[in-house]
């Protein structure tokens, strides 16, 4: 059996970001991931400057297809709001790839099926692999969180998305960002993100048990979105695929002995704008520094809005979760009885 340190389950934006704080601080750190990379993930990949920052990346060390967008176009039943910003987009085929070999991480291509805590305070993982941290970033259905943490805590259903998407090579004109909300009584939103070199990202996203309630499927809303882009844009998109993820509960345990979530294993995407890979970098970061350091690992400071936590936050949560997975403050509760 191997023995090493730290074990992280997945090479995504998490897996990727915890590697290579580990490696920096000289821990023995192996990566294990199912696909080989570079491999396709589903995302829309737009990145907000704190994902640059957090990464310390300069746009011009990335080798790969970058795109900044000027404006922000937000459609609310009809009427568009355009917010002057900077904001970026990437593909995550090459993004991901590039963030994990740049970690200096060991990366070993293996699916994670069984995970055991063993008597020392030690993870044994398909008798092959052992650890004494392990960190989940397995996405979704990530094992460690599925071994680990699942049983006693179950996910909030409340809190699950629905999403389709596609990517493609397009001749696109229109070089912004557009975000359509609750179109057709949607309780979420769909979008249009242009990428370097020709290539286009659209989608849709909706809140799973809210979609279920209302005898709806997001493939219906599909169609809609697919009518919009033919008639503002004249792009016919093909067939999409879906994915779904969480947003974030604030109640769910992220550790539990030395085993630690982070990212989509943990449901950490935003509640307003539903945006994973900031929060998938800074928790992997965070997992790392409690590791090295012998801290407590704390979601401080890891963005659970996107769109500043303000009041049209709160409105945009609200719409897409009525609040679930929200802690509500115990001297709160008192001073209400
Ligand atoms: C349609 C869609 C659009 C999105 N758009 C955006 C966006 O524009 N911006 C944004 O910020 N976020 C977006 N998100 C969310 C974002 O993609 C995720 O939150 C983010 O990828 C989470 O990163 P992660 O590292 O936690 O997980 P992932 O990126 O999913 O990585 C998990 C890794 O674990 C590996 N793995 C899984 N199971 C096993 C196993 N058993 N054994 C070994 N390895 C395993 C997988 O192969 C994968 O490489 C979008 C999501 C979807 C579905």
Not at 220 to 231: D, G, N
Not at 248 to 260: M, W
Request: positive net charge; proline residues 5%.
């Amino acid at each position: 059996m191997r023995s090493v340190d730290v074990v992280v389950v997945g090479g995504g934006p998490a897996g990727a970001a915890a590697a290579e704080r580990l490696k920096v601080a000289g821990a023995d750190v192996l990566v294990l991931d199912k696909e080989r990379f570079p491999r396709h993930k589903l995302c829309a990949g737009w990145i907000t400057p704190q994902v640059l920052e957090d990464l310390q990346l300069e746009v011009s060390a990335y080798p790969h297809g970058f795109l900044s967008f000027r404006r922000l176009h937000f459609h609310v039943k009809g009427p568009r709001l355009a917010v002057p910003c900077v904001q970026h987009s990437i593909r995550r085929f090459e993004f991901d790839a590039w963030l994990l070999e740049r970690s200096g991480a060991e990366v070993v291509q293996h699916t994670v099926r069984e995970i055991r805590a063993d008597s020392g305070d030690h993870y044994e993982i398909d008798g092959i692999f052992r650890c004494r941290h392990l960190i989940g970033a397995g996405g979704t259905s990530c094992p460690v969180r599925r071994s680990l943490f699942g049983a006693a805590h179950p996910r909030t259903r409340t809190l699950q998305t629905a999403t389709l998407e596609l990517e493609f090579p397009c001749d696109w004109r229109d070089g912004d960002c557009h975000l359509w909300f609750f179109e057709h009584g949607l309780p979420g939103y769909s979008w249009y993100v242009p990428k370097a070199a020709g290539w286009l990202n659209v989608g849709i996203g909706g809140m799973a048990s809210r979609l279920k309630q209302r005898g709806e499927s997001i493939r219906e809303h599909w169609s809609h979105l697919a009518e919009k882009l033919q008639r503002q844009f004249g792009i016919k998109p093909g067939e999409p695929t879906g994915y779904s993820y969480y947003v974030r509960d604030f109640g769910a345990p992220v550790r539990i002995g030395n085993a630690y979530l982070t990212g989509d294993s943990a449901g950490l995407s935003t509640r307003d704008l539903c945006e994973g890979i900031g929060p998938a970098i800074s928790s992997g970061q965070q997992a790392a520094h409690a590791i090295v350091t012998g801290n407590e690992y704390t979601l401080e400071g890891v963005a659970d809005a996107s769109l500043g936590g303000g009041l049209i936050s709160r409105c945009v949560d609200w719409a897409f979760t009525r609040g679930a997975g929200r802690v509500i403050q115990p001297q709160l509760v008192a001073r209400s009885r």
